[in-house]
T-cell receptor
Framework: EAGVVQSPRYKIIEKKQPVAFWCNPI?????LYWYRQNLGQGPELLIR????????DSQLPKDRFSAERLKGVDSTLKIQPAELGDSAVYLC?????????????FGPGTRLTVL | GQSLEQPSEVTAVEGAIVQINCTYQ??????LSWYQQHDGGAPTFLSY????GLEETGRFSSFLSRSDSYGYLLLQELQMKDSASYFC????????????FGDGTTLTVKP
């Protein structure tokens, strides 16, 4: 079974530039999450989707961040414009509907550096 | 607000046993998970406690005490490959959503 796929793995941009990250979850997983992980900290939830519906985006900085999951499968997270403080690893995770445990399957992440 | 506390660093030798503690204060609690993350890698699920007590999975065990808002991850027969960061995460809703992660404990295993 293929895991969660993310691209790109690394991205370096200058501040004020736009950037987009892509995620393809594990096949059949209804729930998709985007997290941001700063160095030395745990993942912080940005947005959670149930199929194509964003059910929790309370932590998403909506002035510059946007996300979509149009067909309830893959998803894109965008930042426009990027700021220096956005440098972090952006993790995508997925989980099946009503998992028996609290299991989230994470992708390898995109390491963003804003110069 | 939500807060999870875990030690920032732990060091142990190969073959030893180490315990990583996690205390939490959250609004809503359904269970405690543990994830492992190697440097530059993705967090991977280790265990979940929805009820008080001990859950054992091979060399790893996890414990939960709801009344004490406390849990721990126990790693036995430590191996060099266990050097990684370990995160506790509180599940705050019945669905998988609403999980709050701690800042992680960096475990260094020495020969």
């Amino acid at each position: 079974e293929a895991g969660v796929v993310q691209s790109p793995r690394y991205k370096i941009i200058e501040k004020k530039q736009p950037v987009a990250f892509w995620c393809n979850p594990i096949s059949g997983h209804n729930t998709l999450y985007w997290y941001r992980q700063n160095l030395g900290q745990g993942p912080e939830l940005l947005i959670r989707y149930e199929n194509e519906e964003a059910v929790d985006d309370s932590q998403l900085p909506k002035d510059r961040f946007s996300a979509e999951r149009l067909k309830g499968v893959d998803s894109t997270l965008k930042i426009q414009p990027a700021e220096l403080g956005d440098s972090a690893v952006y993790l995508c995770a997925s989980s099946p509907r009503l998992p028996a445990l609290d299991t989230q399957y994470f992708g390898p992440g995109t390491r963003l550096t804003v110069l | 607000g939500q807060s999870l506390e875990q030690p920032s660093e732990v060091t142990a030798v190969e073959g030893a046993i180490v315990q990583i503690n996690c205390t939490y204060q959250t609004s809503g609690f359904y269970g405690l998970s543990w994830y492992q993350q190697h440097d530059g890698g993705a967090p991977t699920f280790l265990s979940y406690n929805g009820l008080d007590g001990l859950e054992e999975t091979g060399r790893f065990s996890s414990f939960l005490s709801r009344s004490d808002s406390y849990g721990y991850l126990l790693l036995q027969e430590l191996q060099m490959k266990d050097s990684a960061s370990y995160f506790c995460a509180v599940k705050r809703e019945t669905n998988a959503g609403k999980s709050t992660f701690g800042d992680g404990t960096t475990l260094t295993v020495k020969p």
